[in-house]
């Protein structure tokens, strides 16, 4: 979604999120690589610490678990800061164990409603998409605010994948069909990838920097009259499950441009991919540090 024209999506499709999220995998969701990842990270920055406070950005429930686990140890405040409450509440079902303690905050990530140097850390999976290309510099620029001195932004940040302009529907539905028949994946998998391939390529479809599946929506169509029954009911679920995405659209950049923006209000310590899903190697987890 970009933020510049944020609407509050229509209630009913809190639903089709929530089935959609329980059947999405990576580089959609972070992966178990992604997570240890994010761990090791979470306890370089704030390990030696016996009181924090963290913010979430979004809802994310691998990342609203393993906080959890670092909840046991010490006192740790933990805030979620999302437009929809409906979306974290959607996301409830997919956390571990229920946190009671979670604050959640209703607010824009372009001007977050906390005093300066609030937070010890903020974490955000794949936020950095959500945000458009004119409002990046804003948004880095409020979680730079909102952090103490030395205090850590920690990010899975996915960025342009020049490979994708010679993806095709046509390919992505040969390739990701006939690894669900070899066995290689189960059929939300195949699903996924495909859809990951039609969103990737999208971004080469027009040239503002942005990715939607509508840019791809006529040819998903066309698919539908497939001869290949397989191939029909891929589509088929991807445009039945997932219809609320071709509403919407997201940004991206080259890893350069992405680097470079970071920079000018944070020192990179250190970024990882994990290895545990196809296209991990676009999506760098970062550790930031204010700057
Ligand atoms: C597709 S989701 C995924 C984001 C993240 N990966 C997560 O798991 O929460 C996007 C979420 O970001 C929220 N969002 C997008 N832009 C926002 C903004 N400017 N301020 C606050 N929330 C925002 C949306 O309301 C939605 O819940």
Same mark, same amino acid.
């Given at each position: 979604?970009?933020?510049?024209?944020?609407? !509050?999506?229509?209630?009913?499709?809190? @639903?089709?999120?929530?089935?959609?999220?329980?059947?999405?995998?990576?580089?959609?969701?972070?992966?178990?690589?992604?997570?240890?990842?994010?761990?090791?990270?979470?306890?370089?920055?704030?390990?030696?610490?016996?009181?924090?406070?963290?913010?979430?950005?979004?809802?994310?429930?691998?990342?609203?678990?393993?906080?959890? !686990?670092?909840?046991?140890?010490? !006192?740790?405040?933990?805030?979620?800061?999302?437009?929809?409450?409906?979306?974290?509440?959607?996301?409830?079902?997919?956390?571990?164990?229920?946190?009671?303690?979670?604050?959640?905050?209703?607010?824009?990530?372009?001007?977050?409603?906390?005093?300066?140097?609030?937070?010890?850390?903020?974490?955000?999976?794949?936020?950095?998409?959500?945000?458009?290309?004119?409002?990046?510099?804003?948004?880095?620029?409020?979680?730079?605010?909102?952090?103490?001195?030395?205090?850590?932004?920690?990010?899975?940040?996915?960025?342009?994948?020049?490979?994708?302009?010679?993806?095709?529907?046509?390919?992505?539905?040969?390739?990701?069909?006939?690894?669900?028949?070899?066995?290689?994946? @189960?059929?939300?998998?195949?699903?996924?990838?495909?859809?990951?391939?039609?969103?990737?390529?999208?971004?080469?479809?027009?040239? @503002?920097?942005?990715?939607?599946?509508?840019?791809?929506?006529?040819?998903?169509?066309?698919?539908?009259?497939?001869?290949?029954?397989?191939?029909?009911?891929?589509?088929?679920?991807?445009?039945?499950?997932?219809?609320?995405?071709?509403?919407?659209?997201?940004?991206?950049?080259?890893?350069?441009?992405?680097?470079?923006?970071?920079?000018?209000?944070?020192?990179?310590?250190?970024?990882?991919?994990?290895?545990?899903?196809?296209?991990?190697?676009?999506?760098?987890?970062?550790?930031?540090?204010? @700057?």
């Amino acid at each position: 979604m970009n933020s510049k024209k944020i609407k !509050k999506p229509d209630p009913n499709i809190w @639903k089709q999120i929530t089935t959609a999220w329980g059947k999405a995998c990576s580089p959609s969701r972070p992966s178990l690589g992604d997570i240890k990842i994010y761990g090791k990270f979470i306890l370089q920055s704030i390990g030696k610490k016996k009181n924090c406070r963290i913010l979430i950005l979004g809802a994310t429930p691998e990342l609203r678990s393993l906080i959890l !686990k670092y909840g046991l140890s010490k !006192k740790i405040d933990i805030f979620l800061l999302d437009l929809n409450l409906e979306m974290i509440r959607a996301m409830d079902e997919f956390v571990e164990i229920p946190n009671s303690k979670e604050k959640r905050v209703i607010g824009d990530w372009l001007s977050m409603p906390f005093k300066n140097e609030y937070f010890d850390l903020v974490l955000g999976d794949e936020v950095l998409i959500n945000v458009s290309l004119t409002n990046r510099n804003k948004f880095l620029m409020e979680i730079n605010r909102v952090l103490k001195t030395s205090g850590a932004f920690i990010t899975r940040a996915s960025h342009e994948n020049p490979l994708a302009k010679k993806f095709t529907l046509k390919k992505a539905l040969d390739k990701y069909s006939n690894y669900y028949l070899q066995n290689k994946l @189960k059929f939300n998998q195949a699903v996924n990838y495909v859809l990951e391939e039609i969103f990737q390529n999208s971004y080469f479809k027009n040239p @503002k920097g942005l990715l939607s599946l509508k840019f791809l929506e006529k040819d998903c169509y066309k698919a539908l009259k497939s001869p290949n029954p397989l191939k029909r009911l891929i589509i088929k679920t991807i445009l039945d499950d997932y219809s609320s995405l071709f509403k919407q659209s997201w940004s991206w950049e080259s890893r350069p441009q992405q680097l470079k923006k970071f920079k000018e209000y944070f020192q990179v310590k250190e970024s990882k991919t994990a290895h545990d899903y196809l296209y991990s190697y676009i999506l760098p987890i970062y550790y930031l540090i204010k @700057k």
